[in-house]
C-alpha cells in the first residue's frame, strides 16, 4: 500500500514562505506524476503537479509563486510556496498516480493571516 506523508504545514504570515513536504513510500518514479492540491471548504483543487519526466503545470493562482520539486534519492516532492496570501489557506494534500489509481496523503494545513 503507497503510503503519502505531507509536513510543513503551519501558520505564516501574509507574504511569507512555507515549504511543504510529501514523502511517499516508494520509488517516485513508480508515478505518472506526482502533485499538490488543495481544499478550501469546497473542492480540490490542482495547485501543481509533477510528471515522472520532470514537466511541470501550475495552477494560474500559483505561477510565479510557488515551485514543485522532488528529490529522487529521498522519494520526495516539495511545494516551495512564497508570497502567501490569505486566499491560499486551505488543507494541501499531495497525490500520486499511478496508472488508473491515486493516492493522497492525509493533508497539511497551512493557514495564512492577514
Known amino acids: 500500500q503507497v503510503q503519502l506523508v505531507e509536513s510543513g504545514g503551519g501558520l505564516v504570515q501574509a507574504g511569507g514562505s512555507l515549504r511543504l513536504s510529501c514523502a511517499a513510500s516508494?520509488?517516485?518514479?513508480?508515478?505518472?506524476?506526482m502533485g499538490w492540491y488543495r481544499q478550501a471548504p469546497g473542492q480540490r483543487d490542482l495547485v501543481a503537479r509533477i510528471?515522472?519526466?520532470?514537466?511541470?503545470n501550475y495552477a494560474d493562482s500559483a505561477k510565479g509563486r510557488f515551485t514543485i520539486s522532488r528529490d529522487n534519492a529521498a522519494n520526495t516532492v516539495y511545494l516551495q510556496m512564497n508570497g502567501l496570501k490569505s486566499e491560499d489557506t486551505a488543507v494541501y494534500y499531495c497525490?500520486?498516480?499511478?496508472?488508473?489509481?491515486?493516492?493522497w496523503g492525509q493533508g497539511a494545513q497551512v493557514a495564512v493571516s492577514t
Open positions: 497525490k500520486a498516480n499511478r496508472l488508473d489509481r491515486n493516492y
Open positions: 516508494e520509488s517516485i518514479f513508480d508515478f505518472n506524476y
Open positions: 510528471s515522472v519526466g520532470g514537466s511541470t
